[in-house]
């Protein structure tokens, strides 16, 4: 009689229990650098919104000097300065303000995300750059072209 090979061979590999246990874990570490890739996104925002308001200072001073009398009540028609308030307000989600008169000028944007207290950013004539909460912002009118 002929004997038969009753060994059993197994093939080498994984469950379905253990390939669902990996991908579970995969998506929760996803989910983690996600949310962590966003709150950086909205703090390189908030950055971009407060450079281009920056720079919007020296070009305003660059209008004051080149009008006479001197005056900055063309700042915000500069096409510079309209340049930078265009990509402030592409970074922030709003449309700045900006407001000029013969002896100040403010500028102030929202923020994409809140920084502290503070809901926008606001630069003005007398060399201030801070932050601004809704109801300051809001206060910021051509009767009012100093930042609070």
């Not at 919104?49 to 009398?69: C, F, H, M, T």
Request: hydrophobic share 40%.
């Amino acid at each position: 009689m002929k004997r038969m090979n009753l060994s059993k061979s197994f093939k080498s590999g994984f469950t379905l229990i253990e390939l669902l246990v990996v991908v579970a874990i995969i998506g929760i570490l996803a989910s983690v650098v996600l949310a962590s890739l966003n709150a950086a996104r909205s703090k390189g925002a908030n950055a971009a919104v407060k450079a281009n308001l920056a720079n919007i200072r020296a070009q305003a001073e660059l209008v004051y000097d080149g009008v006479s009398p001197n005056s900055y009540a063309t700042a915000c028609a500069n096409g510079t300065v309209a340049s930078a308030l265009t990509s402030a307000g592409n970074s922030g989600g709003t449309t700045p303000k900006c407001f000029g008169d013969t002896d100040s000028w403010v500028v102030t944007a929202k923020l994409k995300s809140v920084d502290g207290t503070a809901t926008g950013w606001c630069v003005d004539s007398s060399g201030k750059s801070s932050g601004v909460t809704d109801a300051q912002y809001d206060a910021i009118t051509t009767a009012n072209t100093l930042c609070p």
